[in-house]
C-alpha cells in the first residue's frame, strides 16, 4: 500500500491524507464533496467521528478520518463483518471441503435437529434458512460445545428456503462452526490466517484478546429516533421490528469480553483503509486466495431474489454478498445511487458501508462510532455517501 502524502481541499486549512501518486485516478472535486458530506454531522455534533477511504487499482486514494479518532483509530464494523467470514467460506467451497448444496448436518450432527436437517450451506449464505432470531449469547457463545450445544435446540421461524428474513448473528455463528469443523481453526483463526496475514490488514480483527483492545473508537448511541409518523411516511409503518439488533446489543460492543468472541455476523474492528483494500482483493484476486469461479460467482451472481419483508425490494444476495442491481430500489441496498448495477458490498448497523464497483474498480468504507437512533436520516446519509464515493473515479 503506498504511503499517504497530503493535498489541501476546498476548504481552506484543511489537510486530507491522500495518495497524491494516484490523485489523477480520481476527481478531487468530487472527492471534496464526499469528504464535505462525510463531516457534516460531525461538525454538527451528531456524530463523535467517522472514518472513510477510496480505494482504486489496489492502493488506497482518499483515506480521512473525521472528528473524535484518529487514522489508525478501529471502528466495529457490525454486519461489514459478514462478507469476510463467508469468503472463508468460499475458500472451502474453491478447495473442495463443502459445495453449497451440502446440508449443514452432514457437518455438524448436532444442527439436524427440529427440521434444521434440510439446511444446507446456500441457505445460510442466503439468509433463508428460517433461523434469523435463533438466540446465542454468553456463556454458551464462548466455546465450541456451547455453540452446538445452542444449535441443537434451535427451531424454525419458518420453513427452510420459503423466504428471506435478515439472519443478523445465527447464521454467520453456524458458518463459523462450520469453518472450525472442516479445518481444525476456529473462525478468529482462519480469517486472521486465511485473509488478514495475506492481505497485509494490520488493522483489521476479529475476536481481539483483551489485552489488544487498543485504537478501537467507543460506540455511542446519538441523536432522537423518528417519530411513528415519519417512520410511516417512508416505510409506510408505524414501527420498525429491528429484532436482536437492539441499541443495548450494538453497544454492548464496546466491552472488552464481547468483543474478544468475534461475533462472526458483526464483531469485526477495522479501518477503513482496511475493509476497502479487502474489497480490491475481491475485485482483483491478486493474490489468488479464492478459486476464480467461485468467487466470480459470489460477487455477481444473484441467486436469492425474495422481497425484503419489511419494505418489499428484492434482497439481491449472493453466497455472501448484496449486488446493487437496477432499478428505483437500488439506494435501499446500501450503495447509494450512482453505482453500477454490478457493485456488490454489505452494510453495517448504525450506518457502516462497504461495497466495490467492478464497472470502475472503485473499493469505498465509511465507518463511524456514531448510532445514529434516526433510522431515516441515517439511510439518506448513507444514499448520499455512497453517491458522492461512486463518482469519485476519473
Known amino acids: 500500500m503506498a504511503t499517504p502524502t497530503h493535498y489541501r481541499d476546498t476548504q481552506p486549512g484543511r489537510i486530507l491524507r491522500t495518495n497524491l501518486k494516484l490523485m489523477t485516478s480520481v476527481e478531487p472535486v468530487a472527492v471534496a464533496a464526499l469528504l464535505t458530506r462525510a463531516r457534516h454531522e460531525v461538525d454538527e455534533g451528531l456524530l463523535p467521528a467517522c472514518q472513510l477511504a477510496l480505494a482504486l487499482h489496489g492502493e488506497v486514494v482518499v483515506n480521512e478520518t473525521f472528528g473524535d479518532a ?3 483509530t478501529r471502528f466495529t464494523m457490525f454486519s461489514a463483518t459478514k462478507p469476510l ?31 434444521k ?25 464462548e466455546s465450541h460445545e456451547g455453540r452446538r450445544s445452542a444449535f441443537s435446540k434451535w427451531r424454525l421461524n419458518w420453513p427452510v428456503g420459503s423466504q428471506f428474513e435478515y439472519h ?4 454467520h455463528w453456524v ?6 469443523a472442516l479445518t481444525g481453526d476456529d ?12 492481505l497485509g490488514l494490520g488493522a483489521f480483527v476479529l475476536g481481539p484478546p483483551l489485552e489488544a483492545q487498543t485504537n478501537i473508537a467507543t460506540l455511542v448511541a446519538t441523536g432522537d429516533p423518528a417519530s411513528p409518523d415519519e417512520i410511516e411516511a417512508v416505510f409506510g409503518m408505524r414501527e420498525i421490528d429491528v429484532g436482536e439488533v437492539t441499541e443495548e446489543a450494538t453497544l454492548s460492543l464496546n466491552l472488552p469480553e464481547v468483543r474478544s468472541v468475534g461475533i462472526p455476523g458483526g464483531g469485526g474492528v477495522s479501518t477503513a483503509a482496511d475493509v476497502a483494500m479487502f474489497y480490491q482483493s475481491l475485485l482483483t484476486n491478486a493474490q489468488g486466495l479464492w478459486d ?3 468467487l466470480a460467482d459470489a460477487t455477481s451472481t444473484v441467486r436469492n ?13 449472493t453466497r455472501g454478498l448484496v449486488v446493487a442491481g437496477d432499478g428505483d430500489d437500488v439506494p435501499l441496498r446500501g450503495m447509494g445511487r450512482t453505482v453500477s448495477s454490478r457493485a456488490f458490498g454489505h452494510i453495517g448497523v448504525g450506518g457502516q458501508l462497504a461495497w466495490a464497483d467492478p464497472a470502475t474498480g472503485l473499493s469505498f468504507c465509511y465507518l463511524t462510532n456514531g448510532l445514529d437512533r434516526n433510522v431515516i436520516r441515517q439511510s439518506k446519509r448513507g444514499s448520499a455517501l455512497g453517491s458522492l464515493a461512486a463518482v469519485c473515479a476519473s
Open 70 to 72: 484518529a487514522a489508525d
Open 168 to 171: 443478523p448473528t445465527s447464521a
Open 175 to 180: 458458518l463459523a462452526e462450520v469453518i472450525y
Open 117 to 141: 436437517d434440510e439446511i444446507t450451506l446456500d441457505h445460510l449464505l442466503q439468509h433463508t434458512s428460517g433461523l434469523p432470531r435463533a438466540p446465542l449469547g454468553p456463556p454458551l457463545w
Open 85 to 115: 467470514v463467508a469468503s472463508v467460506v468460499w475458500q472451502l467451497m474453491g478447495e473442495g471441503l463443502i459445495n453449497p448444496a451440502t446440508r449443514i448436518a452432514e457437518v455438524l450432527p448436532d444442527f439436524g435437529t427440529h427440521g
Open 305 to 317: 431474489t425474495f422481497p425484503d419483508p419489511m419494505l418489499g425490494y428484492s434482497v439481491n444476495r
Open 187 to 198: 473462525h478468529i483463526a482462519a480469517v486472521r490466517q486465511r485473509l488478514i496475514e495475506p
Open 292 to 294: 476464480p469461479v467461485v
